[in-house]
Structure formats: C-alpha cells, structure tokens
DNA sequence: CTGTTAGCGCATTCAA
DNA sequence: TTGAATGCGCTAACAG
C-alpha cells in the first residue's frame, strides 16, 4: 500500500480511502491510485484491515462430529451449501471449524484459532458450541444461530423444521389407511431429530387413542450406526417378528431406503403386505422400488434463511430475528405406502 | 494480553512467549500467566498474530459452481469432508471460498477478501481459480492443489483417480460378457470427468476391435443438468430405439439409478435385457433394484491426500510432493450387470 | 529467564 | 480534499 501511495503520489490514508470510500477522494487523484494500485498488482490485506477494524466478514459453520454426507445423509450437505452460498452473496466467507477431536481436552481449536477473526457463528445440526471461558463464542457475544436444530431455549435463534409435527402428520395418514401397528426404525439414541420424530409417531397414536405398544421400536443405539446399515438390520428384526406391523417408519431415508430393498429382496411386498415412510426427502428416493414416501427437509429453505438471520443479528441496525423460525416439511407421497392390508384370518379371495 | 501481563506482574512479550513456547519460560511464572489468562478469560487474537508472522492456519477450499450436492452426487461433499477433517487434524481450519458469481466480472471476491489470510488453497473439482495480477493465487505463490480434477499440466499438483483407465477396464469386462452395443449417458459436455469417461469408453471400443458406433452417446448437453433428470430422459431415449444396446454406461450414478428405475417401470428386465453401469459408487447403490454395479471415486482418500499434498507443500522442510497423483478407483460388482442377452432371432427357449 | 522496543498493514482521527 | 500521526494485538529481535 506504501508502493502504491508513492507511485500515486499520494499519502497511504488517500490510498486507503480511494479504495474504501470513493466517494471522498478527488476523482482524478482516485483515478491515479487505482492505476497505480493495477500496475503493482495489489491486493489489500484483509488480516491488517481485520485487526483494524476490529470484525472481519468471516462466518464460522460448526458441523456436527457425525460427517456431513452420513447419517442423516446429504442433509447438513445441502443446509450447508445454501448456507455458504447466501453468505457469499452478502460478502461474506464461510470458515468451517475444525472439530476438536484431537486436542479435545486440551483447548478447543476452533474457539482459539479463528478468535478475533469470525465475525459469527452458525451451529449446524448437533454441532456443539465449544464451551469456555466469558469470552468464548457462547459467553462472550459472538452471534450465534442455530440451524436445524432447536437451540431456542438456550437463547439462541434457532432455524428449524417441525419435525414433530410432520411426522404427526404422515403417521396420522397411514391411521387413516388403516395401519394400526407400526415399526419404528430409530435413529441415534439421544439426537434431536430421533427425539423430534418419534416424538410425533407418539403423538399420532395418541391422538387416535392407539397404546404406545402399537409401535414396535427397533434400533436407536447410542453410537453412532451408518443409516443404510441400521435399515437392513432393522428389515432383519421385522422379517423375525411373528406379528408383523404393517406399516414401516424410519427415522431416516437412508434408513428406509435399505429397509425397503432388504425386506423385498427376502420376499416382502411394499406397499403390498407393507407400507414404508422415510424422513428427509433425498432426491434418491424418487427412484426406489417403490418410490419412497418422505417428509422432505427444506435444507436450501433452513440454510438461507439461518444466513438471512446471522445476518440480521449482525447488522446493528436491523430489527432482532425472531429467536425461532419453522419452516415446513412437505409430504413427498409416494407408492410406498397404501392401504393396510386385510387381516390374514379374514383375507377373503385373491383377484385370479 | 496485556491485561493478563498486568495480572500476572509480567510483560507481554512474556505473556506471548508463555502460551507459544511453554518451554522457554519459568514454570511458576508461566502457571501464573495461564491462571491469569484463565481468570480473564483471555482469548487470543489471531487476527493479530496472523498479521504479525504474516502467515495463517486457513486453508481456501475452491468449489465447483455447480452445488456440492448435485452433479457428481456428493462427491464432492466427501472430498471436502476428508480435506476438512485432515487439515483439522493438522491445526488448520477450512476457509469455503465464495463462488464470485454475483460480481463476477468486478474483483474477485474470494481472491481480495482473504487476501493475507489464506495460507494455501484446494481447488475441488471443476473448481475455477479466480484470475488476476501478479498477486493472484495462482500468480503470486499461494499454493495450490487440485483435487479430482488433473491440473498437473498447468503445474498445479493434482490428486485424482484415474477415471479414464477404470471405465476402460469395466467396459472390457462388458465386452468379455458378450455385450457388442452400448448406451453411453453423457454427463456435462466439456467438463473434466465427462472427457476421462467418455474416452475410457472410447478405449475399450478400439482395444477390442470395436467401432465407435458401437456406442450410442445420449445427453450431455453445455447447461448444467441434474443428473437424476438426465437419467430419466436417456431412459426415454433408450426405449425410443429401435434397436437397443444391451449395456447402459452412465457417466455418473445419479444418472444410471434414475436410468434404471426408468426402463424397470417402462418393462425392461435388469440385467436380462439390458445391464447398467453407473460411476461414482454412491453408497445408495448397493440398495437399488437390481444394486448397481459402479467405479467406487475414491473420495476419502483424495481428500486426505490433497489435504497431505498442500502440507506438504507448505511446509518447506518437506520435499517437493509429486505432480499427480493417482488413486485407484475400485469396481464395485453387482446384480446390475450380466451376460448379454442372446440375441432375439437366435433366442432358443425360455425356462419353464 | 525476562523486559523493552519496534513494527506487521491498515483505517481513522485531527489538522491543514 | 489530503497528509501526518496513532494504534489495533501480537511476536521477535535484542538487551539485560
């Protein structure tokens, strides 16, 4: 910058203003510099201007300790890519923390390596907010949002789908398709989204007077499992079971999808002796055999507007987010799910 | 920092020294310091330190334009997931570096914005490195590495598979299996992998005596396509023909799983009438009906080695890393592909 | 082993 | 409209 305001002629501040404010610089002086500025092939340093002013245009993701393409599949993928994409939009960068599996105990990378220079963070799924001290990103005002996941109660605007709800919804459907006894394939023990949805399957039964037992539940291990894996172990336990439901729910598409191959390949019909429900609506599973009803995530939904939020929460001047936002699932129906079928001791004549 | 200098009766400089260099200062003062530091919850600036050693821990992450998500399926989320994971695992964090789409033709926003901040950048992909003067990324030293895409021509260190040499090797196998037609699904015309597959297609052909023609090319228009849309309009073409070939090479899987699923529906038995080679080996595969047969991308690996390679690159010490390298992509053989069918007129009798 | 000093590159006062 | 001076928080010489 030097180079420049001695070859410009000019002194390092008009430098900086022609650059910054072009507005309040002569327009022949701003001319001057900024030939000058092409000619040396300057790039300004944004760690200096950092440091300045004290904020930078950094974001920082912090994705859940599960990868992003497993477990609840593309989904922190998608949210994500949105994400990063509306930041840059606004001028922003999207930093994505390390997970502090190493150093673990010792300090937490993410807090101390990117400190001073991210200007706001978004959690996405069950990422964890390293804790600390006052001035860590919980204590110490670092914007904070929440996608995915409800952090509500902890304070934190919270970019969510009612997962709940939803899953209330499509279990509500297959009641009124005759299913009266389920098979729920759960997700990781403990995890928000297995909380959220089974949570909804309880609901529906409850509100159409049905016991709790009229789920059988499969799965749900506290370590983590591949969802693909979970679904042929779960198609297993129901091929086992002497009274089988007849109505599949999983916790996850990828879930359902290897469910649904694995219990057809042992000669199970779907919707025919079964009906199958995933959650999260992957683009795959238009072209299942069946193709395979979902509750889709709206990710691209979720991620821009948890970026809308930070943003908001960043720009002093604009109205504070809502401390919660519910965006919908949508009901993808699909052929795998159909009427129950007749009762066995009561199935009359098949069609010839 | 001063604050905890001030706490602890010390300088600053021994503040710095203390939390960098543990070894080189007094044990009691050093406790002192750290009991200080924690009292304050004192937070180091890195934006600071980053401007003062005039060097950084974050890594630029290009990507293509096209989503992480789409095109190539989640390829290239898992590579960025491995890049992601490997640099953590070596301290340094992973800067996504926004696609300059908006003021495209004005400056480059990832290269000016974290200019001084950036130690070092993966290109994924089809990812374009911005242009520009002297100090540019490619121009002005930061190093670079390319993953999935071969840039070792224009001397930028490359990790890929070898796309070309793996579809070679699965379209003999067809032909050993008696298949003289083929069906090839484009993917986008003029991109990287599209070229490598198509030829690994094209060297099969030749090596085998075969003529060009033996393969009917579909699809692979300039526009950006989702491949599941792809898939279902070749599956269209295919069963328009005439007379069809008995093998489908798709360029990627999102495109041969909407392929099959398309002829299964329209009648066409898989692999009887027709086998299906996809490329990528999303994990889904395994669950389609029939599974389908794929070239597992080796994206773990890539990504851990791209990541390996620009350490390796920045670390002076070490030796240069090789211009390319290159990981074996791995055939994943399944139900998808069989012996061609024995052509119609000749075709004797039926099983009972 | 520790304190003093200087400066990384920039934005911003305050004068001129 | 421009220039000179100051300091953001930190590290690395160099003395002590």
Same mark, same amino acid.
């Given at each position: 910058?030097?180079?420049?305001?001695?070859?410009?002629?000019?002194?390092?501040?008009?430098?900086?203003?022609?650059?910054?404010?072009?507005?309040?610089?002569?327009?022949?002086?701003?001319?001057?510099?900024?030939?000058?500025?092409?000619?040396?092939?300057?790039?300004?340093?944004?760690?200096?201007?950092?440091?300045?002013?004290?904020?930078?245009?950094?974001?920082?993701?912090?994705?859940?300790?599960?990868?992003?393409?497993?477990?609840?599949?593309?989904?922190?993928?998608?949210?994500?890519?949105?994400?990063?994409?509306?930041?840059?939009?606004?001028?922003?960068?999207?930093?994505?923390?390390?997970?502090?599996?190493?150093?673990?105990?010792?300090?937490?990378?993410?807090?101390?390596?990117?400190?001073?220079?991210?200007?706001?963070?978004?959690?996405?799924?069950?990422?964890?907010?390293?804790?600390?001290?006052?001035?860590?990103?919980?204590?110490?005002?670092?914007?904070?949002?929440?996608?995915?996941?409800?952090?509500?109660?902890?304070?934190?605007?919270?970019?969510?789908?009612?997962?709940?709800?939803?899953?209330?919804?499509?279990?509500?459907?297959?009641?009124?398709?005759?299913?009266?006894?389920?098979?729920?394939?759960?997700?990781?023990?403990?995890?928000?989204?297995?909380?959220?949805?089974?949570?909804?399957?309880?609901?529906?039964?409850?509100?159409?007077?049905?016991?709790?037992?009229?789920?059988?539940?499969?799965?749900?291990?506290?370590?983590? /499992?591949?969802?693909? %894996?979970? @679904?042929?172990? !779960? *198609?297993?336990?129901? =091929? &086992? $079971?002497?009274?089988?439901?007849?109505? +599949?729910?999983?916790?996850?598409?990828?879930?359902?999808?290897?469910?649904?191959?694995?219990?057809?390949?042992?000669?199970?019909?779907?919707?025919?002796?079964?009906?199958?429900?995933?959650?999260?609506?992957?683009?795959?599973?238009?072209?299942?055999?069946?193709?395979?009803?979902?509750?889709? /995530?709206?990710?691209? %939904?979720? @991620?821009?507007? !948890? *970026?809308?939020?930070? =943003? &908001? $929460?960043?720009?002093?001047?604009?109205? +504070?987010?809502?401390?919660?936002?519910?965006?919908?699932?949508?009901?993808?129906?699909?052929?795998?799910?159909?009427?129950?079928?007749?009762?066995?001791?009561?199935?009359?004549?098949?069609?010839?």
């Amino acid at each position: 910058m030097r180079d420049v305001a001695r070859l410009a002629g000019v002194a390092t501040s008009t430098v900086s203003r022609a650059l910054a404010q072009p507005g309040r610089v002569n327009e022949a002086t701003r001319r001057r510099i900024l030939a000058a500025a092409e000619q040396l092939g300057y790039v300004p340093n944004a760690a200096a201007r950092n440091l300045r002013v004290g904020t930078s245009n950094i974001i920082m993701a912090v994705l859940p300790e599960t990868t992003i393409t497993y477990g609840t599949s593309q989904i922190v993928a998608e949210v994500l890519q949105t994400v990063a994409a509306t930041l840059s939009d606004n001028g922003f960068n999207l930093l994505i923390a390390g997970r502090s599996r190493s150093r673990a105990g010792e300090q937490h990378i993410p807090d101390l390596a990117v400190s001073g220079i991210v200007r706001g963070a978004i959690l996405i799924g069950s990422a964890e907010l390293p804790p600390g001290g006052r001035r860590s990103p919980a204590g110490g005002g670092l914007p904070v949002v929440s996608v995915l996941e409800d952090r509500s109660a902890a304070g934190i605007p919270s970019v969510i789908a009612d997962d709940r709800r939803a899953m209330r919804g499509a279990v509500l459907r297959l009641i009124g398709l005759g299913h009266r006894s389920f098979f729920y394939i759960a997700g990781p023990a403990g995890s928000y989204h297995e909380a959220e949805r089974s949570g909804g399957l309880a609901d529906a039964l409850a509100a159409s007077g049905l016991p709790e037992r009229a789920a059988v539940r499969h799965g749900g291990s506290h370590t983590f /499992q591949d969802g693909f %894996e979970s @679904g042929v172990e !779960a *198609a297993r336990a129901w =091929l &086992a $079971l002497e009274s089988r439901p007849t109505a +599949a729910i999983a916790c996850w598409d990828d879930a359902a999808i290897a469910f649904l191959s694995t219990v057809r390949q042992q000669g199970a019909a779907v919707p025919g002796d079964l009906s199958v429900l995933g959650f999260d609506g992957v683009p795959v599973g238009a072209f299942c055999e069946p193709p395979l009803t979902t509750l889709r /995530q709206p990710t691209a %939904e979720l @991620g821009a507007k !948890a *970026a809308e939020t930070l =943003l &908001a $929460l960043l720009d002093g001047g604009a109205p +504070a987010p809502p401390l919660r936002t519910t965006l919908p699932n949508q009901l993808l129906p699909r052929a795998s799910i159909a009427a129950a079928p007749k009762r066995r001791g009561r199935r009359t004549s098949r069609p010839p």
